[in-house]
T-cell receptor
Framework: DTGVSQDPRHKITKRGQNVTFRCDPI?????LYWYRQTLGQGPEFLTY????????KSRLLSDRFSAERPKGSFSTLEIQRTEQGDSAMYLC?????????????FGPGTRLTVL | SQQGEEDPQALSIQEGENATMNCSYKTSINNLQWYRQNSGRGLVHLIL?????REKHSGRLRVTLDTSKKSSSLLITASRAADTASYFCATFFLPTNDYKLSFGAGTTVTVRA
């Protein structure tokens, strides 16, 4: 069990550019979550997957954001036409199933800076 | 919007002292969880307390839950420098068919040597 990994750990981009982040969950975890965390705040839910199906998207996830989990394993989060307000830490988490008592295991996050 | 609110926002204590932080939430929950986040690292799950439980212990951690007041507390006893971190409470909303965590803004704890 190598834990949840995220790549890259840091990304600096210019406003208007597209960026893509990758998350590799713990193997055999069916649930995968994306959160966004800004400085001094707790993580805010963005979206989650049950296997390859994207089941819910937060209102925070504008149409510039898209997430996929094509084979029910790794996931990607893409932000198109980045804005300075997108600067944040993007966290990925996975859990064995969708039970509310499941522990969510978080990755180290990808820190995005939009200049 | 974030469901939980932690209090205080920041806490500074001497090594060996106890640290207590509180969390209030707004709607009915299935369970409440506490997470720790060290500087530059990911969130680590500490403890989960179900809505029908009132108190839970894990090592030096003690969590209480008062569903009538919609509040929880986390006590860290005999604090160590390694406990320096931000602590977040997170709740699962009810009623819902889908389960996702809603985090508070966190309490930043500094343990002085």
């Amino acid at each position: 069990d190598t834990g949840v990994s995220q790549d890259p750990r840091h990304k600096i981009t210019k406003r208007g550019q597209n960026v893509t982040f990758r998350c590799d969950p713990i193997s055999e975890h069916n649930r995968l979550y994306w959160y966004r965390q800004t400085l001094g705040q707790g993580p805010e839910f963005l979206t989650y997957f049950q296997n390859e199906a994207q089941l819910e998207k937060s209102r925070l996830l504008s149409d510039r954001f898209s997430a996929e989990r094509p084979k029910g394993s790794f996931s990607t989060l893409e932000i198109q036409r980045t804005e300075q307000g997108d600067s944040a830490m993007y966290l990925c988490a996975s859990s064995p199933s969708g039970l509310p008592t499941d522990t969510q295991y978080f990755g180290p996050g990808t820190r995005l800076t939009v200049l | 919007s974030q469901q939980g609110e932690e209090d205080p926002q920041a806490l500074s204590i001497q090594e060996g002292e106890n640290a207590t932080m509180n969390c209030s939430y707004k709607t009915s929950i299935n369970n409440l969880q506490w997470y720790r986040q060290n500087s530059g690292r990911g969130l680590v799950h500490l403890i989960l307390i179900r809505s029908n439980e009132r108190e839970k212990h894990s090592g030096r951690l003690r969590v209480t839950l008062d569903t009538s007041k919609k509040s929880s507390s986390l006590l860290i006893t005999a604090s160590r420098a390694a406990d320096t971190a931000s602590y977040f409470c997170a709740t699962f909303f009810l009623p819902t068919n889908d389960y996702k965590l809603s985090f508070g803004a966190g309490t930043t704890v500094t343990v002085r040597a």
